[in-house]
């Protein structure tokens, strides 16, 4: 079984300061791990995945997680943020597929708000 | 590439009413579809998983009864919300997974979402 916690429900940065927002996972198999973006009443934007390749992986808009499997964490950062960075974030755990489908596993989200 | 189109954004039904919300894949052909749903401020919850041809998988606490989903083609599946109750109102949310004709790649996409409120 897998699951997710992200750690802070809430995170608050200035504009131009460093985004750290913690997700840490369990599973019983080696991880595919993903960060999803969503905006207000819209759908999911995949930001960036692990899937056992490198550890350090790049998204889009400057986004970056690093997957550390002796602490089990995907913790996502971006140097600077920006007012446009505002939404709602979720890191996901997939553990195995399903007929080659993700079946995936959402924490529970984190609001990041950015202040001028 | 890889475009989900979610039908209706947003709906509104009276109690008792039934109410259908598709999902389609644009560009490829998506084998598998998952319905999930969130409550506000809270995460996706997976609601079920549908095969193409085959009968939905759904997750514990799923009433299969309520949520009827229907995978009848290779770029649609539908998602009916049965006798809809104002305890139904929520954002229901699918992604399809599949393989792209072009370059072979698997895809999983999100669609932008339903809204539905019943009163």
């Given amino acids: ?116 | 590439g890889a475009v989900v189109s979610q039908h209706p954004s947003w709906v509104i039904c009276k109690s008792g009413t039934s109410v259908k919300i598709e999902c389609r894949s644009l560009d490829f052909q998506a084998t598998t579809m998952f319905w999930y749903r969130q409550f506000p401020k809270q995460s996706l919850m997976l609601m079920a998983t549908s095969n193409e041809g085959s009968k939905a998988t759904y997750e514990q606490g799923v009433e299969k009864d309520k949520f009827l989903i229907n995978h009848a083609s290779l770029t649609l599946s539908t998602l009916t919300v049965t006798s809809a109750h104002p305890e139904d109102s929520s954002f229901y949310i699918c992604s399809a997974f599949g393989r792209r004709g072009d370059s072979g790649a698997n895809v999983l996409t999100f669609g932008a979402g339903s809204r539905l409120t019943v009163l």
């Avoid at chain 1, 608050?12 to 996972?25: D, H, K, M, T, W």
């Avoid at chain 1, 996901?92 to 950015?114: D, E, N």
């Fill in chain 1, 1 to 116: 079984a897998q699951s997710v916690t992200q750690l802070g429900s809430h995170v608050s940065v200035s504009e131009g300061a460093l985004v750290l927002l913690r997700c840490n996972y369990s599973s019983s198999v080696p991880p595919y791990l993903f960060w999803y973006v969503q905006y207000p009443n819209q759908g999911l934007q995949l930001l960036l995945k692990y899937t056992s390749a490198a550890t350090l992986v790049k998204g889009i808009n400057g986004f970056e997680a690093e997957f550390k499997k002796s602490e089990t964490s995907f913790h996502l950062t971006k140097p600077s943020a920006h007012m446009s960075d505002a939404a709602e974030y979720f890191c996901a755990v997939s553990g195995h597929a399903i007929q080659g489908a993700q079946k995936l596993v959402f924490g529970q989200g984190t609001r990041l708000t950015i202040n001028p």
